[in-house]
């Protein structure tokens, strides 16, 4: 079974662009949380979707976005870029919320 | 979710028994003990989990105290394939969600 797949693998964007990043979850998993790593804060997550809804979210501001489609893969979205944005963002999926998670290798975002 | 404490670094021969403490004292009872590791930039790899029984899979041995307030991740034979961040993480299953608040974690370092 294919694991979690996330694109692109590496970005470099400037400040003040938007940049989208994408999310495949394994085959038959509805959830998928993302998270932002960075070397100051650590792991921190973001938000949380299950069947297309936004189920929970962590203390990010509202430049920070995301959606899930009905075959459950899923998009974050980060307008309006700052310097601080730079970061490995995972993307995880799991069957249930009992179940334990299945991380992706990540997406390393540099903002310039 | 329970805070959990664990310490910042540890070292273990290669071959030996790795033996990972972790604290959480304010476990409430609905409370799951997660252990997660993230070899360098890779995404974490789940590794086993518990309520409190002592659990047992192909990776490892948690063991958990009688009063919960502390457990043990075991990695009974540890390669250099081992050496990794491990994370140990208390989350409510009955919440709903699957977020997952990581700490600091432990860096563990297998020397040959």
């Known amino acids: 079974k294919a694991g979690v797949t996330q694109t692109p693998r590496y970005l470099i964007k400037t400040r003040g662009q938007q940049v989208t990043l994408s999310c495949s979850p394994i085959?038959?998993?509805?959830?998928v949380s993302w998270y932002q790593q960075t070397p100051g804060q650590g792991l921190q997550f973001l938000f949380e979707?299950?069947?297309?809804?936004?189920?929970n979210k962590g203390n990010f501001p509202g430049r920070f976005s995301g959606r899930q489609f009905s075959n459950s893969r899923s998009e974050m979205n980060v307008s309006t870029l700052e310097l601080g944005d730079s970061a490995l963002y995972l993307c995880?999926?799991?069957?249930?919320?009992?179940?334990?998670?299945?991380f992706g290798p990540g997406t390393r975002l540099t903002v310039l | 979710d329970a805070k959990t404490t664990q310490p910042p670094s540890m070292d273990c021969a290669e071959g030996r028994a790795a033996n990972l403490p972790c604290n959480h004292s304010?476990?409430?009872?609905?409370?799951?003990v997660y252990w997660y590791r993230q070899i360098h930039s890779q995404g974490p790899q789940y590794i086993i989990h518990?309520?409190?029984n002592n659990e047992t899979n192909e990776m490892a041995s948690l063991i958990i105290t009688e009063d919960r307030k502390s457990s043990t991740l075991i990695l009974p034979h540890a390669t250099l394939r081992d050496t990794a961040v491990y994370y140990c993480?208390?989350?409510?299953?009955?919440?709903?969600?699957?977020?997952?608040?990581f700490g600091q974690g432990t860096r563990l370092t297998i020397n040959p």
């Open positions: 995880a999926s799991s069957w249930a919320v009992y179940n334990e998670q299945f």
């Open positions: 085959s038959g998993h509805r959830s």
């Open positions: 979707y299950f069947s297309e809804t936004q189920r």
């Open positions: 304010t476990i409430s009872g609905n409370e799951y």
């Open positions: 518990g309520l409190k």
């Open positions: 993480i208390a989350k409510d299953n009955n919440q709903g969600a699957q977020k997952l608040v």
